[in-house]
């Protein structure tokens, strides 16, 4: 399964990250790298928990693309 991930600088420093298709599946890290790695541990953390409970598992998402807009 694919999900989209999307990155954010932290005002803090470093990154956090959230999955579009998995409400409340967040993670965070110093580095972009760290952020990715944590984000995939944290997928499949919140995976585990869904069929644990035996709630339904998205399968992905209808992200085709992004992009980004800067207004002067």
């Not at 399964?1 to 993670?27: F, K, N, Q, R």
Request: with cysteine; aromatic share 6%; net charge negative.
């Amino acid at each position: 399964m694919e999900y989209t991930v999307v990155i954010h600088a932290a005002d803090e420093g470093g990154y956090w990250s959230e999955v579009l298709s998995l409400p409340g599946c967040y993670s965070q890290g110093e580095t972009i790298e760290e952020t990715v790695k944590n984000t995939r541990e944290a997928i499949e953390s919140h995976i585990e928990a869904l069929k644990k409970d035996g709630q339904p598992i998205p399968v992905g998402d209808a992200v085709v693309g992004t992009f980004r807009v800067k207004i002067a």
